[in-house]
């Protein structure tokens, strides 16, 4: 595999000239939005946001910040705009029998489908839970004929896994971050000397539901014992 020289990025699969080159930039066209089992279509846009507040600890005869930590849980929330589509409007089009904001009496979930491998093994599952719909805007305009469906959500948990896991939340699956094609090396270790399970891999992965890592045993002993908790 040849690299460049000072980043180790990904040029082509090796130094000779016979066009072994590759394309290592992920795009929008490996990407499919489930729910449940069913595809959406028509979908010109997806974004997604997580946030969490994070607060610094001051104290009195220090200049500067002694500490850091989270405050608040992580929120995700995210958008989507969609060409009304096939006589879809957009909450139709996620598989929902109902058009208006106040008819949605419970959650759903999204399944982000990532296909830049062809190893459906190595193929990301991104999975959205709890979906509720805070927001659909559209409008109807001379200058432009085509109808664009907006629609905001917010979502109580996020995780990813590889597709060669379990998607069950309550079993979690493979974790994502195992350094990309590249294999690059960092602090990875899948227990600690104990046995423990790495904790920032079961928020990842969702594993028995969990929605992060704050709540796990130990966050005040990490780097004490050589192992990253």
Not at 123 to 142: C, F, L
Not at 206 to 219: F, H, P
């Amino acid at each position: 595999m040849a690299n460049a020289p000072n980043t180790q990025s990904t040029l082509s699969y090796d130094t000779s000239f016979n066009s072994r080159n590759r394309t290592s930039t992920s795009i929008s066209t490996n990407i499919i939005i489930m729910v449940g089992k069913n595809p959406v279509g028509a979908v010109q846009s997806m974004s997604i946001s997580e946030k969490r507040g994070i607060k610094q600890i001051d104290e009195v005869g220090t200049d500067g910040h002694v500490d850091s930590v989270p405050n608040a849980s992580t929120n995700i929330t995210g958008s989507c705009d969609r060409i009304r589509f096939d006589r879809l409007r957009i909450a139709e089009a996620f598989f929902r029998g109902f058009v208006h904001v106040a008819s949605q009496a419970y959650p759903f979930d999204i399944v982000i489908i990532d296909k830049q491998s062809r190893d459906s093994g190595n193929q990301i599952s991104t999975i959205i839970r709890n979906v509720w719909i805070d927001g659909i805007d559209y409008a109807y305009t001379a200058g432009d004929w085509i109808i664009t469906d907006k629609m905001t959500w917010q979502a109580e948990r996020i995780y990813s896994i590889l597709n060669n896991g379990s998607s069950d939340v309550t079993s979690g699956g493979n974790p994502v971050a195992m350094g990309g094609t590249r294999k690059i090396e960092f602090e990875k270790p899948s227990s600690t000397a104990d046995g423990t399970t790495f904790i920032e891999r079961l928020a990842d992965t969702g594993t028995a539901g969990r929605g992060g890592s704050l709540d796990a045993a130990g966050l005040i002993d990490i780097g004490s014992t050589g192992n990253y908790f």
